[in-house]
């Protein structure tokens, strides 16, 4: 493939507008991230190592680490944590003994369900941003290029856990709805 040139100034403004405004965004995910987990006892990370291990059903301290964004050490600390609080369990495989694979119990199962009917969208400040949108469109920003930013930073691999993991977190909601929905029936 020919390589374009573009301009040192077009780089950099985009560049540092990207990077102001992930760095904006990222805050105020920070924030809201913190103050929904904090009652539970939990960080980020031993938060997001937990859902990770939930919508990859077998993953490994790569997995986590990976799809994680964390390094593997972070990844394995914070895995080691939440094995010392019985919310997951670390083991090896007879035939694989150089990964280590992550199985939530059912003890971190019920936390991140509690978690999950703890969220609260009035407390939070990206999805209210998001609401105008919402309200001029009829659906949520997409972000289809931030998708393919983070596509070609990251991999096709990445990309497939997002989009497995979302499918399924999307599934499980569905299956929620029409069982609550069946239970109102029968109620009435």
Do not use: C
């Not at 469109?137 to 990309?159: C, Q, T």
């Amino acid at each position: 493939m020919e390589e374009k040139e573009y301009s040192f100034t077009e780089s950099m403004l985009f560049t540092q507008r990207m990077a102001q405004l992930s760095k904006a965004l990222w805050k105020a995910i920070e924030k809201d991230w913190q103050r929904w987990i904090k009652p539970f006892h939990l960080n980020i990370n031993e938060h997001h190592v937990l859902w990770i291990a939930h919508y990859l059903n077998g993953a490994t301290i790569s997995d986590i680490s990976k799809f994680g964004v964390m390094h593997v050490s972070t990844a394995f600390n914070f895995s080691k944590r939440l094995e010392e609080r019985e919310l997951l369990t670390l083991s090896k495989r007879e035939n694989d003994k150089r990964n280590t694979y992550i199985k939530l119990t059912d003890k971190g199962t019920n936390l991140l369900m509690e978690l999950m009917a703890a969220y609260e969208p009035a407390k939070n400040s990206v999805y209210q941003g998001s609401l105008p949108l919402r309200e001029l469109y009829g659906k949520f920003p997409e972000v289809i290029e931030l998708l393919a930013i983070v596509r070609n930073i990251y991999g096709e691999d990445f990309m497939e856990i997002f989009e497995t993991s979302f499918s399924r977190l999307e599934k499980e909601f569905l299956e929620k709805e029409k069982n609550h929905d069946r239970d109102v029936e029968n109620v009435v």
